[in-house]
């Protein structure tokens, strides 16, 4: 067994690295169960496909922020217990969140069942898509609590100490995704039906896994050699430091919702799937930037909890240097080889291409900001101040509304294209100065000596 490195021979970079390069992988692989999605559907099913699963991911997203919701709030409640001494309150905390997540799973399952089609229906889709919209929601009538229980296990386990066990998971877990989409869409041609099938047993794959880590003995926190023990108390923590978490989530559902209807009423199906593209590109530097900010999540909850402020600092600065560099790296990728990108979801369909290279061009151009944003927002719930990062995560989605309702008025389709960067401008100008301010505040307050090298 091994706590968190706050040694004063280890480096707070590497101890940095240890927990985000796990987590940014354990991101990337979280990322592919939609990515692998997409990619076979675009191939096998056609624009029909893509746009129906951009229209079916703003109703499930509710169930995937739950599960990261639990994950993050009694994840951070064990690093700050850990980092005070407290092993059985943080033994308790995950005992909660375990219990969570099975009330959550069931929730999400009637909530499908009760509102799924209407919500598919407001978005203005009709016909084929529609239909295969219904499909793919069906299936998590009986799965939602796989996605819950894959989404929350991991953070949990992190948080336990053990971030390459939280990512080996989730790889299996995305291997298991891609050979189950080969052959329920590429072999037996079950559309978005076979898409979703795919996808809850990938997640059930990876909660194997997490159970089996749980009752071994590498478990740091061996919660099943104790008396399991949960609390109200933890759990409204839970809820309430893990809220901005389901709020990101709810946020990007709600804007892809409001999207596609705009993009409907002032494109065409084809400007609906062009979306769809774009936003499975974003997601690629987006699941980085959520790595970065949960890799640092553990170790500025520790020291939150140890009162090192000066070591938080640090971590915030690196953090932020290296979430603006994937950032701009990326988006530079995607203007200099934009044909190529698209053509991972594309198969042959010019018109597509076009729409989604001017997609990029626009909407994407400010899509770093919202990576620092994540960082802000992450901060705020890795020191407990859930309400903060709550209203990070809420301003991130109502910002964009009066943009929304403004720019496709004034300029059509590429209107709706420009709303999301001209609101990450005005979001960071404001969050970013906010967190800086707070993380020296408590810096100079204290004056506590660096305990660990950079």
Do not use: C
């Amino acid at each position: 067994m091994h706590t968190l490195d706050v040694n004063p021979t280890a480096s707070i970079t590497k101890t940095f690295w240890r927990f985000t390069i796990p987590a940014i992988a354990a991101m990337i692989v979280n990322g592919l169960y939609y990515l692998v999605d997409g990619i076979f559907i675009g191939h096998f099913v056609g624009a029909e496909g893509l746009e129906a699963i951009n229209i079916a991911w703003p109703v499930i997203s509710i169930i995937g922020g739950s599960g990261l919701m639990i994950g993050m709030g009694a994840g951070s409640l064990i690093s700050i217990y850990r980092g005070e001494g407290k092993l059985v309150a943080a033994r308790k905390a995950m005992t909660t969140g375990l219990l969570l997540t099975a009330v959550f799973g069931a929730l999400s399952s009637i909530y499908i069942l009760l509102f799924g089609k209407t919500l598919v229906h407001v978005q203005g889709v009709t016909g084929l898509a529609e239909g295969f919209a219904n499909d793919y929601l069906s299936v998590f009538i009986f799965g939602s609590i796989a996605t819950v229980a894959a989404s929350a296990l991991p953070f949990l386990i992190r948080n336990d100490d053990s971030p390459i066990v939280a990512t080996s998971m989730m790889v299996a877990g995305a291997l298991t995704n891609i050979a189950m989409n080969y052959v329920f869409i590429g072999v037996l041609g079950w559309g978005l039906e076979g898409a979703a099938i795919g996808t809850v047993v990938a997640q059930l794959m990876s909660i194997v896994m997490a159970l089996g880590y749980l009752v071994s003995k590498h478990s740091y926190l061996e919660i099943f050699k104790h008396p399991l023990r949960s609390s109200i108390s933890d759990a409204k923590q839970t809820v309430v430091l893990g809220s901005s978490s389901l709020a990101m989530f709810m946020y990007y559902g709600v804007l892809v919702a409001f999207h596609n209807k705009l993009f409907a009423e002032y494109g065409s199906n084809v400007s609906v799937a062009a979306f769809a593209v774009v936003g499975y590109l974003m997601t690629l530097y987006y699941v980085v930037a959520e790595g970065i900010a949960e890799g640092m999540q553990p170790q500025v909850s520790f020291y939150h909890g140890a009162k090192q402020y000066n070591n938080i600092v640090k971590v915030a600065k690196l953090a932020t240097i290296v979430s603006l560099a994937a950032g701009v790296f990326w988006l530079a990728v995607l203007n200099v080889f934009p044909d190529f990108v698209i053509g991972m979801f594309n198969s042959g369909n010019d018109s597509l291409i076009e729409e989604a290279t001017t997609g990029i061009r626009i909407h994407l151009s400010a899509m770093y900001l919202d990576g620092l944003i994540i960082l802000a927002s992450m901060y705020f719930l890795s020191v407990g101040k859930g309400g903060t990062s709550l209203a990070i995560s809420l301003g991130n989605m109502f910002i964009q509304l009066p943009f929304l309702a403004v720019m496709p008025k004034l300029y059509g389709l590429n209107g709706v294209w420009m709303s999301m960067p001209l609101s990450n401008v005005v979001l960071a100008s404001i969050v970013l100065p906010v967190m800086w301010h707070h993380i020296l505040k408590q810096r100079s307050a204290t004056q506590t000596p660096d305990l660990v090298p950079a």
